[in-house]
């Protein structure tokens, strides 16, 4: 990292650091500070240490901010209503990762999913929440010319919908009418 990031001593403060660092708009610094928990994930039995080496504790849930800063971070999955009746799917990070894929569990069952990959041309994102779950989506604009695709899945199958769009502050947003999953692609229009 650069030598104005403070590394720190233990994996659970370095959950204040990293979150520090996005609200700062240091999103790529923070992604740096998160890929240190990577040697943790590949070490069996894959679990969260006390400290950056197994030397003490190896299953530590003061040390687990990666499970709850990437799906904010990464997938951009962020509750506004109470119980996440309403949440939003707000992608970070697109412009240095190719793909994330990720699930947040919900304390009265179920999950929201949200997969999105990124391509020359294409934005691909998927969302499913339970029927009753109200997702909104702020995709990056990438192009400046696009053209947007939004699929749900019913009874037979995916289907193209018609849903409102507002394009602003570098971002499109759709607001979906029910949970339920959803494919949403916008890719570049080129004459």
């Known amino acids: 990292p650069s030598k104005d990031v403070v590394r720190s001593a233990t994996p659970f403060f370095s959950y204040y650091v990293v979150e520090t660092l996005y609200q700062a708009g240091r999103g790529q610094a923070a992604l740096h500070e998160l890929r240190r928990w990577l040697k943790m994930a590949e070490t069996p ?19 687990c901010a990666p499970s709850i800063l990437l799906p904010q971070m990464v997938l951009g999955v962020r509750m506004t209503e109470t119980a996440f009746n309403r949440f939003e799917v707000r992608p970070h990070h697109w412009d240095q990762l190719d793909w994330a894929r990720g699930s947040v569990p919900l304390s009265g069952g179920g ?17 499913e929440s339970p029927a009753d779950k109200l997702p909104s989506i702020h995709l990056p604009d990438l192009f400046n010319a696009y053209r947007l695709e939004v699929y749900q899945d019913g009874e037979q199958g995916l289907q193209l919908v018609k849903t409102p769009v507002r394009r602003s502050e570098g971002r499109i947003s759709l607001q979906m009418p029910s949970g339920g999953r959803y494919l949403v692609r916008l890719k570049e229009d080129r004459p």
Do not use: M, N
């Open 45 to 63: 039995p894959g679990t969260f240490w006390e400290y950056w080496e197994p030397h003490f504790s190896r299953s530590h849930g003061w040390s």
């Open 111 to 127: 999950s929201i999913e949200v997969a999105w990959k990124r391509g020359q041309a294409l934005f691909q994102l998927q969302v």
